[in-house]
């Protein structure tokens, strides 16, 4: 049984990636083998190491502009993260304020619209717009850079952040194992005849969260959305029908795959999910993972411990810190194999 200690691990501040190389695909990969072995390698050559007939599954959300700065009709300033959007003029936010606003109070967001909040919800808060709330969020908000990003998004990161397939609105944070991928390695692999499919899941700002109980059942999973369509529940079937592999990428990617076959196989669908994994897990659909490195004491990398082994990846977050591999979001890459089967 393994504790919130054990996900510890000491990360020189240095090898916080600060910004995005000027390529997309420029960045490092690290293999790791079922057996541990590491390989240092370019994230271009995921060409070679991926086969014909296997299958890509991409997360097409669209990160929102869901930052914004505002004020209280009291005066009191007001930070908002919209964490939902419920429906075209409805969100679930995140509000930092010196004082909890009651329902019925107005903020005005970036000196530019007011917004009424509602009931809370949890541990965020209803707020109602006066308009469509995509139309607003993308004309007057920010774009909300992960905590350990320490410069304030820009116009380049509203593009670096941002997956070149992104399609549907509604995440607060990228898949970033998208990130590397650009449209010529797209092209490539698929005239090798990999396979591309893709889900839907809002990443929530929760993803940022740290745990923060030891004893790892205590833990509460924060709620995603996401939407597996029939297209890609196909692809999948015929992918393992064939033997090949499907190669998630991003957790993001993966938690929407297993949390739709928790019924035995994967199921075509919408729903919430609070999917927590753990090492002991053992996994239903996805057989390879794309993935950047991950936050000490995180999920994700209890996630991936789960996914190519507990031992093998302290091994790898050691050689890759040893190797001076960039860390989280806009840093490089490791392409994992599944060693938990169901």
């Known amino acids: 049984m393994y504790s919130l200690s054990d996900f510890d691990f000491d990360l020189p501040q240095e090898l916080v990636a600060q910004l995005p190389l000027s390529e997309r695909s420029a960045s490092r990969l690290l293999q790791v083998a079922p ?118 998004a820009d116009s380049h990161d509203e593009q670096r952040y941002q997956t070149v397939y992104a399609k549907e609105p509604g995440a607060v944070a990228a898949p970033t194992a998208g990130l590397h991928f650009d449209l010529p390695l797209l092209e490539r692999l698929q005239q090798k005849g990999v396979r591309l499919a893709y889900i839907t899941l809002h990443v929530g700002a929760g993803t940022f969260q740290p745990v923060r109980v030891e004893n790892l059942d205590q833990h509460q999973m924060h709620s995603e959305w996401y939407t597996i369509v029939q297209e890609t529940v196909n692809a999948v079937r015929e992918t393992r029908a064939a033997g090949r592999n499907v190669v998630a990428v991003g957790t993001t990617s993966l938690r929407a795959l ?20 753990t090492p002991g897990y053992a996994f239903r659909t996805v057989t390879r993972l794309i993935t950047n490195f991950h936050l000490p004491k995180s999920t994700l990398l209890m996630l991936v411990s789960a996914f190519a082994g507990y031992d093998t990846m302290r091994a790898a977050y050691r050689h890759a810190i040893e190797q001076r591999y960039r860390f989280f979001s806009y840093g490089d890459a490791m392409l994992l194999t599944c060693t938990s089967h169901a």
């Open 35 to 152: 057996d541990g072995a590491l390989a240092d390698r370019a994230f271009t050559d995921i060409v070679d190491l991926l086969a014909p007939g296997d299958l890509l599954v991409f997360n097409n959300t669209r990160v929102l502009k869901a930052r914004f700065f505002g004020v209280k009709e009291s005066g009191g300033k007001v930070e908002v993260l919209v964490e939902r959007v419920l429906d075209n003029r409805t969100v679930h936010a995140q509000l930092r304020a010196s004082k909890s606003p009651p329902p019925g109070v107005r903020i005005r967001l970036a000196d530019a619209f007011d917004v009424i909040v509602g009931e809370r919800a949890g541990e965020f808060y209803t707020l109602h717009f006066p308009d469509d709330v995509f139309s607003l969020i993308d004309a007057h908000g920010r774009l909300p850079l992960p905590p350990y990003i320490e410069h304030a």
């Open 258 to 277: 297993e949390s739709a076959s928790q019924g035995g196989e994967l199921a075509a669908g919408s729903a919430d999910t609070r999917l927590f994994i």
